[in-house]
Protein backbone atom coordinates (compact mmCIF):
# COMPACT_ATOMS: atom_id res chain seq x y z
CA UNK A 1 0.00 0.00 0.00
CA UNK A 2 1.58 3.58 -1.01
CA UNK A 3 1.77 6.29 1.50
CA UNK A 4 -1.31 9.13 0.78
CA UNK A 5 1.11 11.44 -0.83
CA UNK A 6 1.18 9.04 -3.87
CA UNK A 7 5.14 8.55 -3.35
CA UNK A 8 6.21 4.82 -3.00
CA UNK A 9 8.14 3.54 0.55
CA UNK A 10 11.62 4.41 -1.01
CA UNK A 11 10.76 7.80 -2.24
CA UNK A 12 9.24 8.46 0.82
CA UNK A 13 12.48 7.19 2.78
CA UNK A 14 14.55 9.22 0.17
CA UNK A 15 12.94 12.23 0.66
CA UNK A 16 12.60 12.49 4.53
CA UNK A 17 16.06 11.88 4.73
CA UNK A 18 16.98 14.65 2.11
CA UNK A 19 15.64 17.27 5.23
CA UNK A 20 17.98 18.44 7.68
CA UNK A 21 17.75 16.53 10.94
CA UNK A 22 15.83 18.97 13.34
CA UNK A 23 17.23 19.21 17.06
CA UNK A 24 13.61 17.23 18.03
CA UNK A 25 14.89 14.35 15.51
CA UNK A 26 18.27 14.22 17.31
CA UNK A 27 17.02 13.94 20.82
CA UNK A 28 14.99 11.26 20.07
CA UNK A 29 17.12 9.42 18.28
CA UNK A 30 19.22 9.26 21.40
CA UNK A 31 16.42 8.53 23.54
CA UNK A 32 15.87 5.26 20.99
CA UNK A 33 19.29 4.84 21.87
CA UNK A 34 19.59 5.20 25.35
CA UNK A 35 22.58 7.57 24.82
CA UNK A 36 23.20 11.26 26.36
CA UNK A 37 24.65 13.75 24.50
CA UNK A 38 27.86 12.95 26.27
CA UNK A 39 27.29 9.31 25.22
CA UNK A 40 27.23 10.82 20.97
CA UNK A 41 29.80 12.79 21.88
CA UNK A 42 32.62 10.73 22.79
CA UNK A 43 31.32 7.80 19.71
CA UNK A 44 31.60 10.43 17.32
CA UNK A 45 35.08 11.97 18.55
CA UNK A 46 33.61 15.57 19.24
CA UNK A 47 33.66 17.95 21.68
CA UNK A 48 30.04 17.65 24.34
CA UNK A 49 29.50 21.34 23.89
CA UNK A 50 29.12 20.92 20.57
CA UNK A 51 26.88 17.78 21.09
CA UNK A 52 24.30 19.86 23.26
CA UNK A 53 24.30 22.93 20.67
CA UNK A 54 22.93 20.45 18.16
CA UNK A 55 20.31 18.95 20.52
CA UNK A 56 19.35 22.51 21.56
CA UNK A 57 19.17 23.66 17.74
CA UNK A 58 22.00 26.55 18.15
CA UNK A 59 24.13 24.25 15.71
CA UNK A 60 23.13 22.80 12.78
CA UNK A 61 23.53 18.57 12.68
CA UNK A 62 26.10 18.04 9.68
CA UNK A 63 23.96 15.04 6.71
CA UNK A 64 26.59 12.84 7.74
CA UNK A 65 26.10 12.63 11.44
CA UNK A 66 22.47 12.35 11.67
CA UNK A 67 22.16 9.61 8.72
CA UNK A 68 24.31 7.65 11.00
CA UNK A 69 22.31 8.52 14.24
CA UNK A 70 19.02 7.82 12.47
CA UNK A 71 20.15 4.60 10.92
CA UNK A 72 21.03 3.83 14.28
CA UNK A 73 18.10 4.65 16.15
CA UNK A 74 16.38 2.65 13.35
CA UNK A 75 18.22 -0.37 13.75
CA UNK A 76 17.51 -0.36 17.54
CA UNK A 77 13.51 0.49 16.96
CA UNK A 78 13.13 -2.62 15.54
CA UNK A 79 15.10 -5.04 18.56
CA UNK A 80 12.63 -6.94 20.52
CA UNK A 81 12.77 -5.56 23.81
CA UNK A 82 13.84 -7.41 27.06
CA UNK A 83 10.81 -9.85 28.71
CA UNK A 84 9.24 -7.56 31.75
CA UNK A 85 10.82 -9.52 34.71
CA UNK A 86 14.00 -8.81 33.39
CA UNK A 87 14.39 -4.62 34.03
Do not use: F
Given at each position: ?????????A????????????S???????R????????????????????????????????????????????????????????
Open positions: MEPSSGMSGTLRQHTRERKMTEQLSECLTLGWSARELARRVNRGERLIRRMCEGREQIPDNLAEWVRQLSEVMARQPRLPKDWS
